[in-house]
């Protein structure tokens, strides 16, 4: 079975966007680079570095599922029904949209918890893993024992305050395992196992 691995794009202080839900130059690292490199949706295409792209492909491509939150999902209005990575993605929410303009996309609402739209993802991914963004979701799954990996995508650049990685974490101190580093164009990639 695969892993559910958080992952985001950080600010150096720990932010994924700013207070208005901006990620200025957070991204910037996505189209900085020569080599193209697509993570499902034909229609996006980034430009990276030969390192970020091998690190891409690496990891976006054991993606089988994802999980986002409600917030997430109307911000991006769900990449008008095109997951970002994977297959198929799962939406935590209290409440479904009544008139999203893409009904056969392959979003699942989620209305019975994080937990649940976890387990459901997982079953659904198989031995692909499930990715889990950043933001309270992440200090939620992170506090319940439900993550078994963050990625982060380090970019030098201090935000001072915005929406934060882990949310407002509220469990015991989360142990991680020492860093696998990829240095990108104007990124640093980490990965960290979680220790249990």
């Not at 900085?32 to 570095?49: A, I, K, L, Q, Y």
């Not at 917030?71 to 769900?78: V, Y």
């Not at 198989?126 to 380090?154: I, K, W």
């Not at 970019?155 to 974490?169: E, I, L, M, S």
């Amino acid at each position: 079975m695969g892993k559910v691995i958080a992952r985001a794009t950080v600010s150096l202080d720990g932010f994924i966007a700013d207070e208005s839900d901006r990620v200025g130059p957070l991204f910037d690292w996505y189209n900085n680079g020569d080599v193209p490199f697509n993570g499902g949706d034909p229609e996006r295409v980034f430009h990276v570095s030969p390192a970020s792209a091998a690190y891409l492909e690496a990891t976006w491509s054991r993606i089988g599922t994802a999980v986002i939150g409600r917030r997430l999902f109307d911000l991006t209005n769900g990449w008008n029904g095109r997951p970002a990575a994977g297959e198929a993605v799962f939406v935590v929410t209290h409440e479904p949209p009544a008139d999203w303009p893409f009904p056969g996309a392959p979003f699942t609402f989620v209305t019975d918890g994080l937990a649940s739209a976890i387990a459901r993802a997982k079953a659904a991914a198989g031995d692909r893993d499930v990715s889990l963004t950043g933001g309270d979701l992440l200090g939620q799954a992170l506090a319940a024992g439900l993550v078994d990996e963050v990625q982060v995508d380090l970019v030098p650049v201090v935000f001072g305050k915005g929406v934060r990685f882990f949310g407002a974490y509220d469990g015991p101190p989360a142990l991680l395992g020492d860093p696998e580093i990829v240095q990108g164009d104007r990124v640093t990639h980490l990965r960290y196992e979680v220790r249990r």
